[in-house]
Every structure is written in C-alpha cells, then in structure tokens.
C-alpha cells in the first residue's frame, strides 16, 4: 500500500471538493481507501486529499483516466499545480 497526498491552489476550494465527491465512488473502486479532502488552515485556498492505494499502478490507471477530465473542470480556479506525493510507511 501507498499513502498518496495531492495538495493544489485553487480561487474555489468547495469546487474541488464537490468534484473529488464526485469521483469518490470510481476512485474506491479502483482501490482507494479512505480518501479524504483537507484545507490548509493557514492558506484557505490550499487543497490536499489524501489516500491509501495498492500500488502505483492503480493509483495512475486512475489518474489517467479521470485525470484530464477534472483538471479541465477545475482549470478556471486552479492557482498552481498539483504537488503529488507517494508514501510508503517504514
């Protein structure tokens, strides 16, 4: 298992939210697990989501095929890319 983080500047964080519950249910069925929406308390335009996936693998079939989609819906608000991060625990 990998602990992902994906953290992006946006003018409209209630839209990114609305948009990763829009794709929740694809993303568990594609093995994400326990997939959650932050905002940064020191910057309340900063987004990170978090979660848990098997392996890279499934993590980029999913990107890639939701991927373009969102960053098309979302690229009227976006402020910076998006600064993903894989994590394994040790």
């Not at 997939?35 to 978090?50: D, E, I, Q």
């Not at 079939?61 to 994590?87: H, L, R, Y």
């Amino acid at each position: 298992m990998i602990f992902v983080t994906d953290s992006i500047t946006v003018s409209d964080p209630s839209r990114v939210k609305q948009l990763i519950d829009g794709v929740r249910a694809e993303a568990e069925a594609a093995g994400a697990k326990d997939l959650k929406v932050f905002r940064s308390a020191n910057n309340p335009n900063k987004v990170l989501t978090t979660a848990w996936w098997p392996d890279h693998d499934a993590l980029h079939s999913f990107e890639e095929k939701v991927g373009p989609t969102f960053n098309e819906q979302i690229s009227d608000v976006k402020q910076s890319e998006w600064d993903e991060d894989a994590w394994e625990e040790i």
